[in-house]
């Protein structure tokens, strides 16, 4: 009896053991610091700030609707893509477009096809993804069947002799990619998104990571789904902060001013949720990441409110419904916690966009890009921005 009470205080000693631990790499990140979170009014812009608009679908009369811009770097080439449609919002041909700078945004080419298929009946092209590896330069391109309805994402290479965009593989079916694939410390490619669970379903309601075997991109990626419910959200649209063995994802959600997230400490491979009642935002697409500095990031479009008396949102006066105002949370390398809000762009900034939204993020020696589709106030038409800023004015 002895002998089995001491097993059993040993077996408890490492439960509990095992417990600690596991709280403490579930706390990776904290959602916000201590203080308030910020009112729109008290977020300033990082300092440097560049805006400008890359295309101005208002000057294209042939394409109703553009959306989901997408920016890579190839070399010192920065590539700015979007898709099209010709009558209005997921109706009509869709394709995807680009535009080349050799200039790091100042001068552009003009638009390029990247996908494009002339005999396919409702087959549509919505958002893309530029990534580079090794010395090749590559996009994940989302196909759906009819508005609505993910088909496969696909992978495309890039010829930098011809200039043009040729189809390698499907590497994942029912999955709309949100944001470009980022390389983890077990050397996979995790690239966040939504997904159909059923064949022919209309919206992608799941929010997942798909995951490559290492550098064999062109073979199928496995999936890791953020949350056992199969319907999260009509639109799942996920961001994911990468950070060695660690993983944080934020989904769209529009039941609440609290958008759905997600930890992983196995490299992305499982998921847990973590309760969210501290960080608000509109109901629209997030960009997450993290620099080569270190600071964590996540760009997301800025609720309206006004807080309690002890500091806190009042729920009652938070509007998630405007685009008005793109920003980015941060959290600085050695801080357990996002705790600094810079404004990306809103309607006092030079472009005069009214409304921006479904941001697009990327470093390139020394500087972050920002890259999103926006609205003028006088204008009907959809336009694809940038704005840029020196990296270092985040860590001020």
């Known amino acids: 009896m002895k002998l089995l009470v001491t097993a059993f205080g040993f077996f408890l000693i490492s439960c509990f053991c095992f417990a600690q631990e596991t709280t403490k790499d579930s706390a990776y990140l904290k959602l916000w610091a201590d203080s308030p979170f910020p009112l729109k009014s008290e977020v300033r812009f990082p300092e440097g700030c560049v805006h400008c608009v890359v295309q ?9 609707f553009m959306h989901e811009t997408a920016i890579g770097f190839y070399g010192d080439q920065l590539f700015y893509g979007w898709y099209n449609n010709l009558e209005k919002e997921l109706v009509g041909k869709t394709i995807q477009r680009a535009r080349r700078s050799s200039d790091f945004g100042t001068t552009w080419s003009e638009p390029e096809i990247v996908m494009d298929r002339d005999s396919d009946q409702g087959a549509m ?8 590896l090794n010395d090749s330069f590559f996009l994940l391109s989302n ?16 010829n930098p002799e011809s200039k043009a965009w040729s189809e390698i593989s499907s590497v994942a079916d029912r999955f709309l990619s949100m944001q470009a694939p980022v ?27 798909f995951i490559s075997k290492g550098t064999k991109i062109e073979e199928p990626w496995r999936i890791a789904r953020l949350d056992p419910d199969n319907k999260v959200n009509i ?4 961001g994911v902060v990468v950070d060695g063995k660690h993983a944080l994802a934020v989904t769209r959600r529009e039941d609440s001013p609290f958008p759905n997230f997600y930890e992983s400490v196995d490299f992305g491979e499982t998921w847990r949720p973590i309760e969210n ?58 801080e357990d916690s996002f705790s600094h809000m ?36 006088d204008k009907p038409l959809r336009v694809g921005a940038l704005t840029k800023f020196p990296l270092k004015s985040l860590e001020e």
Not at 56 to 64: A, F
């Open 277 to 334: 009642n501290l960080f608000p935002a509109v109901h629209s697409k997030f960009a997450a990441g993290m620099f080569s500095n270190g600071i964590r990031y996540i760009a997301f479009n800025y609720p309206t409110f006004r807080r309690n008396e002890d500091g806190s949102v009042d729920l009652t006066t938070i509007d998630c419904s405007s685009r008005d105002s793109l920003a980015i949370a941060i959290a600085r390398p050695g």
């Open 56 to 64: 101005d679908g208002n000057e294209e009369l042939n394409y109703k």
């Open 143 to 158: 196909l759906e069947n009819g508005a609505e309805r993910p088909v496969k994402c696909l992978l495309a290479k890039f």
């Open 342 to 377: 810079y404004m990306i762009s809103d309607p006092s900034t030079s472009n005069r966009l009214a409304a921006s939204h479904y941001p697009c993020v990327i470093e390139h020696d020394g500087w972050v890009y920002v890259s999103y589709t926006g609205v003028y106030v």
């Open 125 to 132: 092209y919505v958002g893309l993804q530029f990534f580079a």
């Open 183 to 209: 390389v983890n410390d077990n050397g996979d490619y995790v690239v966040s998104g939504s997904y159909a669970v059923e064949p022919g379903q209309t919206f992608a309601s799941t929010p997942v990571v």
């Open 235 to 238: 639109f799942a649209e996920t």
